[in-house]
């Protein structure tokens, strides 16, 4: 039988060890920690997803924007409210609680920004949002 190495302190231990001699790291906790790891990746692909939406009415609405001014403005927000939800998706991997409220501040902010256009844009990068803070 193989020795067992500690993953804390290096230590070389018997084999069968349950705990670290030296350090009293007990060996089977990193198996427990990547149970609990969970995937993100429905969030991220939502979230950008959103984001993607977002941009497109943000465009759209700059192109309205020709024929009514005071659209304009509002899709250039709404493009930038987009880029900060893509963000905010990218960040969930890292920090789902920080990454679900950069989410939801931006599918707010796109549908303040654009109402109508952003709507899917919105739904996507909020629902993006509540998963990331709520899935456990
Ligand atoms: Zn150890």
């Not at 943000?58 to 020709?66: E, R, S, T, W």
């Not at 501040?105 to 899917?120: D, Q, Y």
Request: aromatic share 8%.
């Amino acid at each position: 039988m193989e020795k067992l190495y500690c993953t804390e302190c290096g230590a070389e231990n018997e084999p069968g060890s349950t705990f670290c001699s030296k350090c009293g790291k007990p060996f089977n906790s990193n198996d427990v920690n990547e149970e609990k790891e969970i995937s993100r990746t429905v969030e991220v692909i939502v979230g950008i997803l959103g984001g993607i939406f977002g941009l497109l009415g943000g465009i759209f609405a700059v192109l309205f924007g020709i024929f009514a001014s005071e659209v304009a403005g509002l899709g250039a927000s709404a493009i930038l409210a987009s880029i900060v939800g893509i963000a905010g998706a990218a960040y969930v991997l890292k920090n789902p609680k920080w990454g679900g409220i950069i989410l939801i501040i931006s599918a707010v902010w796109l549908l303040i920004s654009i109402s109508l256009f952003g709507i899917p844009g919105a739904v996507l990068l909020g629902l993006a949002g509540l998963l990331a803070l709520l899935r456990k």
